[in-house]
């Protein structure tokens, strides 16, 4: 798992990596243990917003380190899952943490399980010797901490009680109380294998990212989320919903909840076909 790969020292990290600490409102760690990255999460995940803004803009979807961190730290975009982790997992080796992609498949409605591919999260291994981690900051509404891969009772977190369970081919089931979040394959992968699952929910009529217009990010205390044209704010649990009507109101929306200087609205649109 990466093994033969140096990991980078926090002094002798790329010059970009204070960018996207800046980016992010958080500071150069002096190690690359549990305590960081438990915090580099939380940074990442009240910052940089969980969108799917560039399949309704028409743009293309590269699934390449250096531009997936240039689209969040130059451009002060997001992304889903593939997009976020991708770019959160070159951070976090530069910091000195050790980082494999594991690949999930989502459970959906009636507990149907989705593509394979269909999401990609982090196995983090840090200095201290605690972990192994399961690190995720694109899946949306999620734990806001690293979860202990290797505990098999329930682990809280702000958002709710988490656990592993086994599962068959020596997978791992995430659970949220009682809810299957998605199945874990245990097995290294790399970025350019999570392409046919990107293409797949950037272009397929079943995928729930070609339906609707989506950016979310957590705040400080609950959510906001921009679906389309309707405004939602969670605050302590209490959901409030405020329909936006003309287009500079929604680009304000998303400039002042999102940062986010968008040159035109996004919109449902017709899938693309490249990669």
Known sequence: MDDDVPRPTPTSAPAWVDAYLEHIGAGRPARADAEA??????????????????????????LEEEKLIDKIVTDHRGGFCYELNG?????LRALGFRVTLLQARVF?????????YDHVALRVETEDGTGPWLADVGFGDHALGPLALDVRTEQEDPCGRFRFREAPQGD???????????????????????????????????????????????????????????????????RHENELGADAEVLAAYRDHFGMVLPRLPSVRGVITSV
């Open 108 to 116: 959906g409605d009636g507990g149907r399980l989705g593509i394979p």
């Open 87 to 91: 770019a959160f997992a070159g951070l």
């Open 37 to 62: 990255l438990r915090e580099l999460q939380l940074r990442h995940l009240t910052t940089v917003p969980f969108e799917n803004l560039s399949i309704h803009l028409g743009q293309d979807i590269v």
């Open 172 to 238: 791992l089931d995430l659970l949220r109380g009682n809810s299957r979040q998605f199945r874990l394959d245990l097995r290294p992968r790399v970025l350019a294998d999570f392409r046919g699952g990107a293409w797949y929910h950037r272009t397929s009529p079943d995928s729930h990212f070609t339906r609707s217009v989506v950016c979310s990010r957590r705040t400080e205390d609950g959510r906001v989320t921009l679906r389309n044209r309707t405004l939602i704010a969670t605050v302590r649990g209490e």
